[in-house]
């Protein structure tokens, strides 16, 4: 009984961490230098959907949506190009809003496979972050739109368990988020849009 017990916690165990996510890479973090001290102020609103596959596109939880709050808050914030950084409050120089798209794409019934043999056959299931960025000046005035993408690729199989120290899911959107609004704000600074 002991036995099977143990063999039980080692392959719930190892059905935990089979599983690695990589990223595209099409944006990469850059650090931005700011030409002038920060003058003017920045307020911000995040929103979002979700769209699995070819479904319709569904507004994304508010959990994915406070988590990109807080990386475009610290991003902002650590870019030293503003004199402060509000969420979602109307009486700023400048304000942007975020639109995240999260397009998912996961063959379900492969995944239920990997599940049924224990991680032994492989699948994978990709998100891919589209964010747009609209900045409008205090009156409200539309003065640019930026737009990035960037995606992760989680693979699941028994083979992971060895890449999962090295690249967890939660890290690598965390990474992407970052790179991801960091881009948006190299690209406006470059182009004078927070001047």
Request: contains cysteine; aromatic residues 8%; charged residues 20%.
């Amino acid at each position: 009984m002991k036995n099977l017990i143990k063999l039980l916690m080692f392959v719930a165990i190892g059905i935990l961490v089979s599983c690695a996510t990589f990223r595209e890479g099409n944006v990469e973090y850059q650090k931005i230098e700011a030409l002038t001290p920060a003058k003017k102020s920045i307020s911000f609103v995040v929103t979002g959907q979700t769209k699995i596959n070819l479904n319709e596109p569904v507004p994304q939880n508010a959990n994915a949506l406070a988590s990109w709050a807080n990386v475009v808050k610290e991003e902002f914030t650590s870019s030293a190009l503003f004199s402060e950084v509000k969420n979602n409050e109307k009486n700023t120089d400048l304000s942007v809003e975020f639109n995240i798209l999260n397009n998912g794409k996961v063959n379900l019934g492969l995944s239920m496979l990997t599940g049924f043999t224990l991680y032994l056959i492989p699948s994978s299931a990709t998100d891919e972050f589209v964010v747009e960025a609209t900045f409008k000046n205090k009156s409200g005035k539309e003065i640019a739109k930026i737009q990035k993408r960037d995606s992760v690729s989680t693979w699941s199989h028994l083979t992971m368990i060895f890449v999962f120290p090295f690249k967890p899911m939660g890290k690598q959107i965390e990474n992407c988020q970052k790179d991801l609004i960091n881009a948006v704000l190299v690209e406006a600074n470059s182009k004078g849009i927070l001047k």
